[in-house]
T-cell receptor
Framework: EAQVTQNPRYLITVTGKKLTVTCSQNMNHEYMSWYRQDPGLGLRQIYYSMNVEVTDKGDVPEGYKVSRKEKRNFPLILESPSPNQTSLYFC????????????FGPGTRLTVL | AQTVTQSQPEMSVQEAETVTLSCTYD???????LFWYKQPPSRQMILVIRQEAYKQQNATENRFSVNFQKAAKSFSLKISDSQLGDAAMYFCAYNFGNEKLTFGTGTRLTIIP
């Protein structure tokens, strides 16, 4: 089954404790992206990657890091989480090409205390 | 920069009736894609319908159809014969190229039995 998986699905942590949210896709997609969803703001892009070792900032990259060492994986790293990073996070992937639609993961609910 | 505006934070409709969700966008591009995504309580992002800007014909998917007015930069979603399972948050989104989806702030749809 074609899918994007994220782990963990729920995470409660404390300020400053480094964490990683994993994202993996099994569709051999070149393009992967991270979004955060906040009430009243919709989804906003954090980072994206067009292929292995190619990453770039989205609209709200501050406080986040990403890496793309393998085509299937695109982890989101919060080196020193803060309460304003409490949010719902989505990973998405697609083939490169304008006619494609992005496949979304199930979401990760992160709470930073 | 491209922006997407959903001016109706909440909408409600009687079961079996028809409802229209509004979306406007701003872009200087002539060729792009527009989408409506549904987010039920499970938080999964589900593609409802998509429209290519170069196509004059409005897209339809069963009970879901759009009214695409390119000159007015308007992209509304019509849901016919509303069902309880249609209750969700609906997001309008814009895509030019493959770098990212730009989302509106969402409309929460309630179905009244």
């Amino acid at each position: 089954e074609a899918q994007v998986t994220q782990n963990p699905r729920y995470l409660i942590t404390v300020t400053g404790k480094k964490l990683t949210v994993t994202c993996s896709q099994n569709m051999n997609h070149e393009y992967m992206s991270w979004y955060r969803q906040d009430p009243g703001l919709g989804l906003r892009q954090i980072y994206y990657s067009m292929n292995v070792e190619v990453t770039d900032k989205g609209d709200v990259p501050e406080g986040y890091k990403v890496s793309r060492k393998e085509k299937r994986n695109f982890p989101l790293i919060l080196e020193s989480p803060s309460p304003n990073q409490t949010s719902l996070y989505f990973c998405a992937s697609s083939r490169v090409g304008r006619t494609d639609t992005q496949y979304f993961g199930p979401g990760t609910r992160l709470t930073v205390l | 920069a491209q922006t997407v505006t959903q001016s109706q934070p909440e909408m409600s409709v009687q079961e079996a009736e028809t409802v229209t969700l509004s979306c406007t966008y701003d872009t200087s591009e002539s060729d792009y894609y527009l989408f409506w995504y549904k987010q039920p309580p499970s938080r999964q992002m589900i593609l409802v319908i998509r429209q290519e800007a170069y196509k004059q014909q409005n897209a339809t998917e069963n009970r879901f159809s759009v009214n695409f007015q390119k000159a007015a930069k308007s992209f509304s979603l019509k849901i016919s014969d509303s069902q309880l399972g249609d209750a969700a948050m609906y997001f309008c989104a814009y895509n030019f190229g493959n770098e990212k989806l730009t989302f509106g702030t969402g409309t929460r749809l309630t179905i009244i039995p």
